[in-house]
């Protein structure tokens, strides 16, 4: 008998064989995605969970207090002409700007929570899943 290439082996695969191969799990999908993995049992510290809420909550803070200095010195000094127009374009900006930052980042915080809530139920379901498989 002929030789077949093996090109032709590759293609011409049955499916019990191609069941065999290693597929895509939900598992070796979530390691490449930039989400966290339900699977993944370090736990983690409450910074490492709200740095990045918190950092956005307080640079927001600090850029409206800037905001709120800025349009007070617009409105109470004797500056010229020139200058009081740009703080008082300036001012707002800033106010506006940190109010922004300072919402995002309160708001942030429940959603966290609400997700860490599912991650834990999804853990006890994978949990309590293996638990009767394994019977």
């Known amino acids: 008998m002929e030789a077949l290439p093996k090109a032709l082996e590759v293609d011409e695969r049955s499916p019990e064989s191609k069941d065999l191969l290693p597929s895509q799990t939900a598992s070796s ?7 966290e993995s339900v699977w993944t049992t370090t736990p983690r510290s409450n910074w490492e969970i709200y740095r990045k809420p918190i950092v956005i909550v307080s640079v927001g803070g600090a850029i409206l207090l800037f905001g709120v200095v800025i349009t ?8 010229g002409e020139k200058s009081k127009t740009i703080l008082k374009m300036i001012g707002p900006a800033f106010l506006s700007l940190g109010l922004m930052m300072l919402v995002c980042g309160l708001v942030w915080v429940p959603i966290i929570k609400k997700k860490q809530k599912q991650r834990q139920k999804s853990v006890f379901f994978q949990n309590l899943k293996s638990f009767f498989l394994k019977r």
């Not at 999908?29 to 989400?35: E, F, T, Y």
Request: hydrophobic fraction near 40%; charged fraction near 15%.
């Open 29 to 35: 999908l979530c390691i490449s995605s930039r989400s």
């Open 72 to 79: 007070c010195l617009a409105y109470t000094l004797d500056l």
